[in-house]
Each structure stands twice: as C-alpha cells, then as structure tokens.
C-alpha cells in the first residue's frame, strides 16, 4: 500500500495543528516465504473535524493501517503521532468500528455494551453512564432494545450498538473498517446516511 502525502503540513501550523500525523510508517509481517510489507511508505496529517477516506482493493494494507492508528499494532518503521505524540497502544481517544458483527459483549445487553464502555473508557458513575448510554441507543434508533441481547439482533443492529458505543465515548478520533460491508444494500445505505448525520452533528474526526 502507498498513499502518496496529500498536500497538507505533515507536522500543522498554528492555525490549522494536525490531530494526526503518519510519518513514512511501514509494517511488515514475517512469513513463511520472507517478510511481506503490508504498508508501505505511508504519510498525511488528518486535522481536527476532518474525515479521511482509504480506498483500495482487498488486501492492499488499509486494515492493517487502521489497526496500526488504532494502536493495535507498531509499524516497522516511520511513526503515528496523535496531537504530537507517538501512538504505543490503544485508548479511548480513538474508538474503532469493526466490520464484524461479534464486536459485543454477547453476556451484556445492548444497554449494558455501551454503559460499560463509558464505565470503563471515561470512567463514569453507573448511573450517568447508562443516561448517556440511553441517549445514544436512542440516536441510533435502538431504544426499544436496551434489554436485548446482541445475540438476538440484526447485523445493522449490532453495528448500530457498535456505533453508539463508539460515539458515547467522545473519542478524538474515530475509526471505521467497513462496517457496512457484510450488510444488505438497503440496510448498509441507511446506516451510511445515518453515520453521515451524527458525524456532522457531532463535528467527529
């Protein structure tokens, strides 16, 4: 994969700092055959409110460097920086939406996915954690399905409870891996038309 740099400042200026900064990253994987490079040479700066799209063919290294952004995973070479620092590991400023639907706490209801996340992410009290909580399942069109167990759910509605859980949290950054690719086409222009509205609502990254 080789994203050449869009004409941005790679480290930001005063009036425009970068929230996110690749700087020539590369990750390479050893394999049986020798090392295979995923991504290779990669470099922009997003800002803050702004939204970046990869677009490539399967395999070509795009999840491999959301998960690297995500913390996930440490590139080869190069470096991702948020707000100036080196990324080592996950956190909460960056929340990533999978493409696969067993992203849930199957043992915790819809309700109880996104009251833990803010329980734990930001650490809130139960009580406050599960208003923001039924706030969001609300926004996302799920507040007759607190009480449900993801097991019971649709796809778009788990990848709703994901979305909501993802938002709840307030994150700097948010990361999508297609998570509307195994959905039906109705559903999966629904929930692109529904992410869309609270991306601008909320001015995300």
Known sequence: MNLAPR???LVGDAASPSLLTLDRVSISY???DGILTAVEDVSFALSAGERLVLLG????GKS???R????FLKPSSGEIRMDGRPIGAPGPERMTV???FDQL???RTVLGNVRYALERGKS??????ETVARGWLERVGLSKFVDTFPHTLSGGMKQRVAIARAFALEPALLLMDEPFAALDALTRRQMQDELLKLCEETGST
């Open 57 to 60: 063919p399967s395999g070509c």
């Open 30 to 32: 050893p394999t049986r």
């Open 98 to 100: 999978f493409q696969e």
């Open 7 to 9: 004409p941005v400042d």
């Open 124 to 129: 809130l009290p139960r009580r406050e954690a």
């Open 68 to 71: 690297a952004v995500g913390g």
């Open 105 to 107: 706490l199957p043992w």
């Open 64 to 66: 491999t460097l959301l």
